[in-house]
């Protein structure tokens, strides 16, 4: 079946501009996840989904930073006004989000570039 | 302070050699996960221990959770190139309403033929 599906694979922007980061995740996964990695670094946890709702924000890093879900399915993360220091890459899971341990299935992850 | 460290952090060895990378904390989990992510994909679940002194393998792999459940290992034997990768250890923690997953820092590893 499809795995998680992560788009656009690579975005290049100006400082300033405004970008919208897309997950599809696995259908029937009602745990959604963003993770940001910087380069060879390991993943830092952004925010956490259970249906359309977000129960952990706490990890985006400020108020330029948003995510919303609709439908239980799709999720959208949105940089406004980007930074360099926003270059990284963006991944999204999903997972049947019954226990912790349920396995979190990655998508390819954005590749996001700020010049 | 990270709640996990993953040592070494970098690891470059030959092909056939064997290699031992750590997950390491002060904190008691009831549970580690093992992830791999190659070059331009995200990671993906190896394994996961639940009980201290467990021992799982995956072909080559050995995974092993300490007895006081606050580290494991990852053993590799006779290293092959398609070995390459970051390896990931998490750790769910207790939140309000969830257990969140926070995952380490990574060991990049690279097997030259």
């Known amino acids: 079946g499809a795995g998680v599906s992560q788009s656009p694979s690579n975005k290049v922007t100006e400082k300033g501009k405004d970008v919208e980061l897309r997950c599809d995740p696995i259908s029937g996964h009602t745990a959604l996840y963003w993770y940001r990695q910087s380069l060879g670094q390991g993943l830092e946890f952004l925010i956490y989904?259970?249906?359309?709702?977000?129960?952990?924000k706490s990890g985006l890093p400020s108020d330029r930073f948003s995510a919303e879900r609709t439908g239980g399915s799709v999720s959208t993360l949105t940089i406004q006004r980007t930074q360099q220091e926003d270059s990284a890459v963006y991944l999204c899971a999903s997972s049947l989000g019954r226990v912790s341990t349920d396995t979190q299935y990655f998508g390819p992850g954005t590749r996001l570039t700020v010049l | 302070t990270q709640l996990l460290e993953q040592s070494p952090q970098f690891l470059s060895i030959q092909e056939g050699e064997n290699l031992t990378v750590y997950c390491n904390s002060s904190s008691v989990f009831s549970s580690l996960q093992w992830y791999r992510q190659e070059p331009g994909e995200g990671p993906v679940l190896l394994v996961t221990v639940v009980t201290g002194g467990e021992v799982k393998k995956l072909k080559r792999l050995t995974f092993q959770f300490g007895d006081a459940r606050k580290d494991s290992s990852l053993h590799i034997t006779a290293a092959q190139t398609g070995d390459t990768g970051l390896y990931l250890c998490?750790?769910?923690?207790?939140?309000?309403?969830?257990?969140?997953?926070?995952f380490g820092p990574g060991t990049s590893l690279s097997v030259i033929p």
């Open positions: 998490a750790v769910a923690t207790m939140k309000t309403s969830y257990d969140k997953v926070i």
């Open positions: 989904f259970q249906g359309n709702s977000a129960p952990d």
